[in-house]
């Protein structure tokens, strides 16, 4: 519940809060998910499949597609609550991919409104490793992109 309350309090465009989740713990069920998912092959106790409701997106116009953005900053406050938690986890991206969509959907049986974002893999790590940073000043730039120092 810790990781759900995350991810309900992520940020939402217009305030519309267009996500839905499934919470998978049945064996049975997470096999099936491994078994459609070529990247999501995890052995991991509990899986959480963050979707987006297209109801609840904005209307049919240019920000119809905010529920990716919406449901993605929802899976990022899992990632992040489950580290702060002690906990592993791993996201594995489901749309824009067709098989993998409609895979996940069969598996969960999901209505046709209710799209899968991705499958966020949760259980103890299987190692502990030292923090890390990706970052590189090459990509951040000032004012524009086009007034780059390099």
């Known amino acids: 519940m810790t ?7 992520a940020p939402s465009a217009s305030n519309r809060q267009p996500w839905e989740f499934v919470v998978v713990t049945d064996p049975a069920v997470l096999q099936r ?12 106790p509990t899986a959480i499949v963050v979707c987006g409701n297209t109801r609840r997106a904005l209307p049919k116009c240019a920000g119809n597609t905010f529920w990716i953005q919406d ?6 406050n899992i990632l992040l609550a489950a580290t702060g938690l002690g906990l592993g986890s791993v996201w594995i991206g489901v749309h824009p991919v067709a098989p ?3 895979a996940v959907r069969r598996v969960l049986k999901l209505p046709r409104h209710v799209v ?3 499958v966020i893999y949760v259980g103890h790590p299987a190692e502990t490793k030292e923090p890390r ?7 951040v730039h000032w004012q524009t992109y086009a007034d780059a120092k390099r």
């Open 100 to 102: 993998f969509v409609f």
């Open 33 to 44: 998910l491994r078994n459609h998912l070529v990247l999501g092959r995890y052995n991991a």
């Open 133 to 139: 940073t990706r970052f590189d000043e090459d990509k």
């Open 116 to 118: 899968p974002l991705g």
């Open 71 to 76: 449901c993605s900053a929802a899976a990022q």
């Open 3 to 9: 990781l759900l309350r995350a991810a309900i309090a």
